[in-house]
């Protein structure tokens, strides 16, 4: 597989992310963009940290390098830096497929049933592992264990579900889903949050109550005028 | 008959004295069931319209395909006008304050309910079934009462009660704020509660007290104490600021219904026999005429005599040619009107507008039609024409605008057409109800206005799909706009033919 960026104007660093689930070979290129730069010598460098990589010389503008990726230590930022006139560089991020957890919490009630929902876009992952977070700790979650308790289904390929039952205070929280491939983990957040059913049996109570008033005060207002014409 | 006369004309003078502070009563009981009838139209299409959120929090957490729980929100909003015959019936049967009670217990209740779901069936019945109905009875009562209260200034009033959906728009942030605290159940809770603030405004809706000195048809005064208990609530409205000899006048005079079925709205018919007898005649003269309001009081006699055998559902509104023009109308202009609103954004999208200027286009169109309404439901008021000859105008330019929309290609083009179309139509969505009242008349009204709410709903059922058919047939939004304005020109024909009409209708009564 073959990726380029195109190096243009200085100091605005140009990136590129790529995403990588299974073993691959990939060639990154950089390219200067010949209509605006013609620079007369011309010094590339690809590092990935500090440790510097051979490249090739592809045509008179380009530069690129062949990687083979393995497992998750050849994963990470690789920087191609030109120095001519003008210095101009490139980066292109090898990374893991990202999980998407959710960002709003998920609320629910004491006693009952709430189920967390965990998608991996487009790249199917070998496993998944649910944590939950015990302070500072994470814990993995065995469903055979507590099997009346959790109970984690994979829904599809991509697809993972925890379901949560005879929910208490304690099981509130933020939770992990991970997933597994072949060159490494990633991990999404997601929260939970438990309430007990006065939470919001309060507010409804309150609004009952306003509306029996109102109701008694149009009864009143009724019988009033009623008893003011019999009286006149 | 004779001394009842005559204690008719004995009250007359001090009754000329009181009817000011009556009808200050009675003007302060119409702006109450105005603002009940706000905040059912609050309510109501907030409710509904809030129901797109609810529906991704569904459909995590209940389970079932995208297409199960549009079901919900379909029979909510269909079984909102469809229902309105069945309640129509239950409303002549009841009285309009028990079935509004009852459609905000409905309403309530199936909130509640909800929070037990545990599938989407189960919701479907609970909110879908539950909610439509009660939607439908507080609809219908709300919208029956305003047309008997506000006489004269019913498009105003109206129009004034229907601003209360340009409001919806809070409710949506609201709706998500609560989500986002309580989830979805606790959400459904507090929307429980809210709707049950609708049962005290519900005990508004007052039966209608008609003015006392202008019927008598009182054969028997010593019934009244009988006839009080019967019809305590229509009695209320007499009650405000009369002697105690009118209230015997008041119950007098529901003598003549007793013949047939005793029907709440039995007084409403003498009152419209006499109203019709005497031609928009809405503030008779209390001093003047006295003999002649007792002839006129007899010949009310036969009719309400006929009136009171009608059975409970009455169908004879699908035999009459003036419900047929209205209903013509009502359908179509329906149509024209759905269909834009659904496809606006999507037209100003593929015109390659952003969506935040598309969603302006939209909030515009709202203020807009709501300032509108209120506009036409004054000015129609004013009595300069009839009403439907406005409401014609406004069908015709709302017509001719939307068959103008495809040359509107950009953002400035596109928010005229928006304003202008949100003018018209906020123009004759403000005069459905004064128009049928102009046509048919208050006695009627349940009937009528069920039906029509009924065909209205085919048609809101039958529209979205329509549109959505119509954009994958032509694979542009052009002709959506092109088919909603043919169908806003089409709709007024059938007023051409009120006249003729309204002439046959008359040929046949007298025959």
């Given at each position: 597989q073959f990726y380029k960026l195109l190096l243009g104007v200085s100091g605005i660093s140009v990136e590129k992310n790529i995403t990588l689930d299974s073993a691959t070979r990939i060639e990154l290129s950089c390219r200067l963009d010949d209509k605006h730069f013609h620079f007369k010598s011309v010094q590339v460098t690809w590092k990935r940290g500090n440790e510097t990589i051979r490249h090739i010389n592809?045509?008179?503008n380009s530069w690129s390098i062949q990687l083979t990726i393995?497992?998750?230590?050849?994963l990470g930022s690789y920087n191609c830096t030109l120095k001519g006139e003008q210095e101009l560089s490139a980066v292109f991020h090898l990374q893991v497929p990202k999980i998407e957890g959710k960002e709003k919490a998920i609320v629910s009630y004491e006693g009952d049933t709430a189920v967390m929902i965990c998608k991996s876009s487009g790249h199917t992952p070998i496993a998944w592992t649910w944590y939950m977070t015990n302070g500072s700790e994470q814990i993995a979650i065995n469903d055979s264990l507590l099997a009346d308790k959790y109970a984690i289904n994979?829904?599809?390929?991509?697809v993972t579900h925890l379901k949560i039952s005879?929910?208490?205070?304690?099981?509130?929280g933020v939770y992990w889903c991970e997933a597994a491939f072949e060159l490494g983990k990633s991990k999404g957040k997601l929260k939970l949050k438990v309430l007990s059913i006065m939470v919001p049996l309060k507010p409804f109570l309150a609004i009952v109550v306003e509306a029996v008033i109102l109701v008694a005060i149009v009864f009143l207002c009724e019988m009033y005028s009623k008893k003011r014409a019999k009286r006149a | 008959s004779f001394p009842g006369e005559r204690k008719e004309e004995e009250l007359e003078a001090p009754a000329g004295g009181k009817s000011p502070g009556a009808k200050a009563a009675a003007g302060g009981w119409a702006w109450g069931v105005v603002l009940h009838f706000f905040l059912v139209n609050v309510l109501v299409m907030g409710m509904l319209k809030t129901f797109g959120i609810f529906f991704v929090a569904f459909q995590e957490e209940?389970?079932?395909s995208s297409e199960q729980v549009s079901w919900i929100g379909s029979i909510m909003s269909s079984l909102r006008f469809l229902g309105a015959p069945l309640v129509a019936v239950v409303c002549r049967k009841l009285g309009e304050r028990p079935t509004s009670v009852i459609g905000a217990g409905l309403v309530a209740g199936g909130c509640l309910l909800s929070t037990?779901?545990?599938s989407v069936p189960f919701l479907c019945a609970s909110m879908g079934l539950l909610l439509g109905m009660g939607f439908a009875c507080l609809y219908q009562a709300a919208a029956v009462m305003t047309a008997k209260r506000c006489r004269t200034r019913l498009a105003f009033s109206n129009a004034i009660a229907r601003s209360?959906?340009?409001?919806?728009?809070?409710i949506a942030p609201f709706t998500q704020l609560l989500l986002d605290f309580y989830g979805w159940q606790g959400t459904l809770l507090i929307f429980g509660g809210i709707m049950l603030n609708l049962v005290p405004s519900s005990m508004l809706l007052r039966a209608v007290s008609t003015?006392?000195?202008?019927h008598s048809s009182a054969k028997?005064?010593?019934h009244g104490s009988s006839m009080a208990k019967e019809d305590s609530e229509t009695l209320d409205g007499c009650l405000d600021e009369t002697t105690p000899r009118e209230i015997q006048l008041c119950s007098a005079q529901?003598?003549?219904?007793?013949?047939g079925a005793m029907t709440p709205h039995g007084r409403d018919v003498s009152d419209l026999a006499n109203t019709s007898a005497s031609e928009?005649?809405?503030?008779?003269?209390?001093?003047?005429?006295s003999p002649g309001i007792a002839k006129r009081s007899y010949t009310s006699l036969p009719p309400t005599k006929k009136e009171?055998?009608?059975?409970?559902?009455?169908?004879s509104p699908l035999k009459d040619p003036v419900f047929g023009i209205f209903t013509w109308s009502f359908l179509f202009s329906h149509l024209a009107y759905f269909v834009p609103i659904f496809h606006l954004v999507a037209r100003a999208r593929t015109l390659g507008i952003s969506s935040m200027d598309a969603s302006y286009l939209v909030s515009v169109a709202g203020i807009t039609e709501t300032v509108s309404q209120l506009l036409s439901g004054w000015v129609a008021d004013q009595?300069?024409?009839?009403k439907y000859h406005y409401h014609v105008a406004y069908l015709v330019l709302g017509g001719v605008t939307n068959l103008l929309c495809?040359?509107?290609?950009t953002f400035p083009l596109l928010m005229t057409y928006a304003v202008a179309f949100a003018v018209f139509c906020g123009g004759f969505m403000a005069l459905v109800l004064p128009v049928l009242v102009d046509l048919v008349?208050?006695?009627?009204l349940h009937s009528y206005l069920g039906f029509a709410a009924f065909f209205a709903g085919l048609a809101a059922i039958g529209g979205p799909p329509l549109a959505g058919w119509l954009y994958d047939y032509t694979q542009t939004y052009v002709c959506s706009f092109l088919f909603a304005g043919a169908c806003a020109l089409i709709?007024?024909?059938?007023?051409?033919f009120e006249p003729s009409a309204q002439k046959w209708k008359l040929k046949k009564a007298n025959l």
């Open positions: 592809k045509t008179e393995l497992d998750n230590s050849k994979r829904m599809s390929a991509n005879k929910l208490t205070k304690e099981d509130g | 209940v389970g079932g037990q779901a545990t209360g959906m340009g409001l919806t728009f809070l003015q006392p000195p202008r028997n005064p010593d529901d003598l003549p219904t007793t013949e928009g005649f809405e503030k008779p003269p209390v001093d003047g005429g009171n055998s009608q059975p409970l559902l009455d169908f009595n300069w024409t009839k495809p040359l509107a290609t008349g208050v006695q009627n709709s007024p024909i059938s007023f051409f």
